[in-house]
Each structure stands twice: as structure tokens, then as C-alpha cells.
């Protein structure tokens, strides 16, 4: 049986007063949950803030990336050891974002996601198809290179120590969400493509929706069979419509 796990994503936003404002909302509006669980990934000099207030709280937290080394002259990044230290649950890998934009290949991805459960940390593993990929069939094919390369790297039994979120690129921050039955056709693929290496981790593995989750399209998204939660970005940082997407999975 799996529980659902709704994680927000909150980017590059928020200031320590919006945080502490944000954190502090959350804190009472997710105290009922009852089976799902609820988590934040914050950005990285947020995280002792968001330590400090949730500690306690039942609520988790996370970042949104980690260097795929241990220590060493790396100027500018944080390795997810570091992350422990601050009490992290969760790490995002391999966000579309950041293979858009600062050149994190599958390889570098399965490194990074290996670095992160080397630290005793959860990955959260984001694949996804752009819509030009999905409109001209390759879609399963990219989708399972970017999971096939993390199996590769760390093997599939990895899997049981971390999340799997779809995020369709053409769905973040759009507004345009993939329907429940589209979701759950990739979800049930990864789950299938997982299987064939470990049948018992697939059908225990979380996989996350990302992509333009409200608290109006969350209930239908998370009612199909293999939608196990949410990532979600722009409504993670509004403390009502997250707790309302963290209840929609309750
Ligand atoms: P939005 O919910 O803003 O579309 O972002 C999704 C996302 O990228 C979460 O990682």
C-alpha cells in the first residue's frame, strides 16, 4: 500500500519574511492529515529557516538540487551531506528546469540522485517530455531513458528509497495540466518500465503528478491508480491551496 506524498517545489521564490509567514500557516492547516505527507523544498539558504520552524511539525523539507560530489573545490554548490545537516528529507533531482537551463544530463541526473541517497536523503527523481517530444512519439522513449539512467547508475532496488515525479514540461507553470488520463498512462509506463527490473519496487514506488496541480484538478489527478501525490510549484507557495492539495490526497 502506498501513501501519498504532496511535496511543493517553491523554486526561486519567497524572502525570510514571506517564508516564516508561509511556514507558519502551514504548520496548523496540515496538522490534520492523516495518511498523506507533506513536504517543502526550499531554496537553499531557506533551509535552516524552514528547519527552525517545521522541526516537530510533521511536515517535511527538502531542496531542489545537490552537486553530484561529496566536498571538494566546487565552487558555488551544495552537496547533499550538507543537507543532511539541516535535516532534509528530500531532494529534488533532475527538475526539467535544470536540465533546461544548466545542463543536467541523465548522466549527471543518475550522479546527482545517487550523491543524494549516499547522504541517507530521499530523491526526488523529475522526468518528463517537452511537448515537442510528446507530439512527435517519442515521449515513452525519453521518459525511459531519464529513469533507465538512474536504474543504471544505482539499480533498480534504488528506487525503494526514492520518489519518481512526472512533471510534462508543457504542463509547469502553463496552466495547461495534463488530464488524469494522460497522467496515469505515463504514470502506469514508469511504473511497467521499473517492473521489468524489480516487480516489488514498482508496485511500492511513489510517483509524483507535477505540473500545474490546483487544489480544483488535484482530487481527479490523485484519485487514479498509479498518482501517488503531487509536485507542485506556483500553489506551494499559497499556504491555503497547498493545504487543500495536501488534503485532496488525504
Ligand atoms: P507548477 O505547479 O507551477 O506548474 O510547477 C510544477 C513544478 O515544476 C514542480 O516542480
Not at 514508469?190 to 517492473?195: C, K, L, M
Not at 487544489?215 to 499559497?238: C, E, H, K, S, T
Request: hydrophobic share 45%; with cysteine.
Amino acid at each position: 500500500m502506498r501513501s501519498k506524498l504532496v511535496a511543493g517545489n517553491w523554486k526561486m521564490n519567497g524572502n525570510l519574511a514571506s517564508n516564516q509567514a508561509l511556514l507558519k500557516s502551514l504548520i496548523p492547516l496540515l496538522k490534520p492529515l492523516a495518511t498523506a505527507r507533506a513536504a517543502v523544498c526550499v531554496p537553499y539558504p531557506y533551509i535552516a529557516q524552514t528547519e527552525h520552524v517545521l522541526r516537530g511539525s510533521g511536515i517535511a523539507w527538502g531542496a531542489q538540487d545537490a552537486s553530484e560530489h561529496e566536498h571538494g573545490a566546487y565552487t558555488g554548490e551544495v552537496s547533499a551531506g550538507m543537507l543532511a545537516d539541516f535535516g532534509c528529507r528530500y531532494v529534488i533531482v533532475g527538475h526539467s528546469e535544470r536540465r533546461a537551463l544548466f545542463g543536467d544530463t541523465n548522466e549527471i541526473v543518475a550522479q546527482k540522485y545517487a550523491a543524494v541517497l549516499k547522504a541517507g536523503l530521499t530523491p526526488i527523481l523529475c522526468v518528463g517530455e517537452t511537448l515537442a517530444e510528446r507530439e512527435s512519439g517519442v515521449m515513452e522513449q525519453v521518459i525511459a531513458r531519464q529513469v533507465e539512467a538512474v536504474m543504471a547508475q544505482s539499480g533498480a532496488t534504488s528506487l525503494e528509497r526514492a520518489v519518481v515525479a512526472y512533471e510534462p514540461v508543457w504542463a509547469i507553470g502553463t496552466g495547461k495540466t495534463a488530464t488524469p488520463d494522460e497522467a496515469q498512462a505515463v504514470h502506469a509506463f514508469i511504473r511497467s518500465r521499473v517492473a521489468e527490473q524489480d516487480i516489488c519496487v514498482a508496485d511500492l514506488l511513489t510517483i509524483l503528478y507535477g505540473g500545474s496541480v490546483k487544489a480544483a484538478n488535484a482530487p481527479a489527478l490523485f484519485a487514479m491508480p498509479d498518482i501517488d501525490g503531487g509536485l507542485i510549484g506556483g500553489a506551494a507557495l499559497v499556504a491555503e491551496e497547498f493545504a487543500a492539495i495536501c488534503s485532496a490526497a488525504n
